[in-house]
């Protein structure tokens, strides 16, 4: 049984071609270098599951799967949650345990550290602030940040088409809430009246609940400049992929901010890249941590939108992988979509554990393992895996003792984390703020009436009675605002640099 087990494995990971290498089969206990499990690098653009309890290794195959695709050429982008990841910038230290294990998954181990640029968002952190306009982030994100139901989603995207045709650069939060509050004036009224309008207790809802956003600290992470994503897909002049962390150290204060904002950076990717088809080596792989609070009460309209989002990337050549406990945590529309599968332990402590159990275990494949009794027996660096092979096919289903990482598995030193930001070439373009005229200041300019011209000094009187004129029709706002100077020198920059018009992606999200 046990050999026919090894043999089956050597079989299914014998791949051609460079692959991630993860770890050795594990039978009964022992671990069989000469039965290594590894995921061809074709095929992680395929997209991922990391799965598994708290403390049971998720970030240390994170860790150890960034190590290999950097090496291999390929950009990472990655959330640090806890800070951990950071230490992948500093070359690990030998031990005894590190040794031990290496021995018996047959690894070489050496020291090895990372390129990494760290980022933060809106600065709230040490990294290079990142940042995202209203009018990029779009409708639709904003209004599961929000938390905004379906009614009141299709009044904001209203709100949205409102500025982009009267040529009102929403750029932050005040620039927003500046729109709403004009929309339900009654000069802005009428604009909206032949789109159906916007109600006052919705705009109520949608003000209130941006005032709430902006307390917790949210106008931080909107506004310019704003991030390209096109950075994230750099490499090193000596061609190792740059891994790119995202540090979030307050997750728990605004969970709902930070997931819809690492969709909203893999939307943008997916709006700006070219069809690739399939690869031999991804552009860029992105780790969606802690994914479950992306899809906590989403819209089925927002769920939609990521399936199609995860779907099609692929063709532009970037990967996901989604860490989170489950696979539950996970729409049956991603997870069927998610080719490569590490499954740490799992914990059953619970009635709902036990269900979560059984229902990752029906989540893999036929196998001789009975999933339910092994998914608890996983030791701390151990898991479950299938990967897609070099063909396409599903792999046998492993138990895998996985490798060391080889770079430092700790919180990187706060010196070196401050010298690498302050050296970053991206550092001077992003470290600072900038608050340009947009919606709230256009509209504030507005409220201040113009003077009154002096009447004529009265002259002689006609000769004869005129017929009288017809009353001179007052232009509409929309007019006024495309007609003044301001909004003329505003556009012809924008065809300047743009050069191309304002399109939108699935998720509503427009680009610069």
């Not at 905004?148 to 904001?156: F, P, Y």
């Not at 030791?379 to 396409?392: F, H, K, P, Q």
Request: proline share 7%; hydrophobic share 45%; aromatic share 6%.
């Amino acid at each position: 049984m046990a050999d026919d087990l090894v043999a089956a494995v050597q079989k299914g990971y014998a791949f051609d071609g460079p692959a991630l290498e993860l770890g050795a089969l594990v039978v009964e206990g022992t671990a069989h270098p000469d039965a290594g499990v590894r995921i061809p690098l074709s095929m992680v653009n395929r997209h991922g599951l990391v799965a598994g309890a708290t403390g049971t290794g998720k970030t240390k195959t994170l860790q150890l799967m960034t190590e290999q695709l950097s090496a291999l050429g390929v950009p990472v982008f990655a959330a640090d949650i806890k800070g951990d990841l950071s230490g992948i910038a500093s070359a690990g230290e030998p031990n005894d345990k590190v040794a031990a294990r290496a021995k018996e998954v047959g690894q070489d181990w050496a020291p090895l550290a990372c390129p990494t640029e760290f980022y933060a968002l809106g600065g709230q952190g040490q990294g290079i602030p990142l940042r995202a306009t209203i009018t990029s982030f779009g409708p639709t994100l904003l209004a599961k940040v929000l938390a905004l139901n379906d009614v009141q989603e299709s009044s904001l995207g209203l709100v949205f088409h409102f500025a982009d045709k009267a040529g009102l650069p929403m750029l932050d939060l005040k620039d927003l809430r500046a729109v709403v509050q004009f929309l339900v004036s009654d000069e802005g009224a009428a604009e909206l009246k032949g789109l159906g309008g916007l109600s006052p207790a919705t705009a109520g809802v949608i003000l209130r609940e941006l005032i709430a956003f902006e307390d917790q600290g949210a106008d931080a992470f909107f506004g310019e400049p704003e991030f390209d994503t096109a950075h994230l897909l750099r490499t090193t002049p000596e061609g190792k992929g740059i891994v790119s962390l995202l540090e979030l150290p307050q997750l728990q204060d605004r969970p709902k901010l930070f997931s819809t904002f690492l969709m909203w950076l893999l939307a943008d990717l997916f709006h700006d890249l070219p069809e690739v088809g399939d690869v031999d080596k991804p552009k860029l792989v992105f780790f969606f941590d802690e994914a479950h609070l992306l899809f906590d009460g989403a819209s089925k309209a927002f769920l939609q939108a990521i399936a199609q989002t995860v779907r099609l990337v692929r063709s532009k050549g970037v990967g996901v992988f989604f860490v989170t406990q489950t696979p539950k945590d996970v729409p049956g529309d991603v997870l069927a979509q998610l080719g490569n599968r590490v499954q740490h332990a799992l914990r059953a402590f619970t009635p709902d554990d036990a269900k979560a159990l059984k229902a990752t275990a029906s989540t893999f494949p036929n196998s001789s393992y009975d999933l339910e009794e092994v998914l608890t027996q996983l030791g701390i660096g151990e898991a479950i895996v299938t990967v897609l092979s070099d063909r396409g096919a599903p792999t046998p289903v492993a138990w895998t003792r996985l490798r060391a990482p080889q770079s430092k598995m700790a919180p990187a030193d706060p010196a070196l984390l401050t010298a690498s930001v302050a050296s970053s070439p991206l550092h001077g373009k992003y470290a600072a703020q900038v608050d340009r005229d947009s919606a709230y200041e256009r509209l504030a300019a507005r409220v201040a009436k113009p003077p009154v011209a002096p009447a004529p000094a009265p002259g002689p009187a006609p000769k004869a009675p005129r017929a009288p004129r017809a009353p001179k029709q007052e232009k509409s706002t929309a007019e006024k605002v495309l007609e003044s100077s301001a909004f003329k020198q505003a556009a012809r920059s924008a065809a300047a640099v743009l050069g191309r018009e304002i399109t939108r992606s699935i998720f509503g999200t427009r680009r610069r």
